[in-house]
């Protein structure tokens, strides 16, 4: 078990590839929800919708700097 965990997160990159799906569903989450509750446009909504593209951005940057560390090993 604890080598196909093992395999999964250093070999396969699992983690980064989990966390960029957490990531994208979550933002899909919030949107649908904000989307069906939000009737007028206000600083909560413009303020949700901020910090939603920031975790996004945080998840990517983190991906990619991954990445980078893996290729110059």
Same mark, same amino acid.
Not at 10 to 37: D, E, F, M, Q, S
């Given at each position: ?18 966390? %960029?799906?957490?990531? !994208?569903?979550?933002?899909?989450? &919030? $949107? /649908? ?8 446009? +206000?600083?909560?909504?413009?303020? %949700?919708?901020?910090? !939603?593209?920031?975790?996004?951005? &945080? $998840? /990517? ?8 560390? +893996?290729?110059?090993?």
């Amino acid at each position: 078990m604890l080598q196909l965990l093992d395999s999964y997160f250093n070999k396969h990159k699992g983690a980064r590839r989990t966390l %960029l799906l957490w990531a !994208v569903l979550l933002i899909t989450w &919030t $949107v /649908i929800k904000v989307v069906n509750l939000v009737t007028v446009v +206000d600083g909560h909504a413009v303020t %949700l919708a901020g910090l !939603v593209i920031g975790l996004l951005a &945080t $998840v /990517i940057a983190f991906y990619q700097w991954s990445r980078i560390q +893996d290729k110059d090993e």
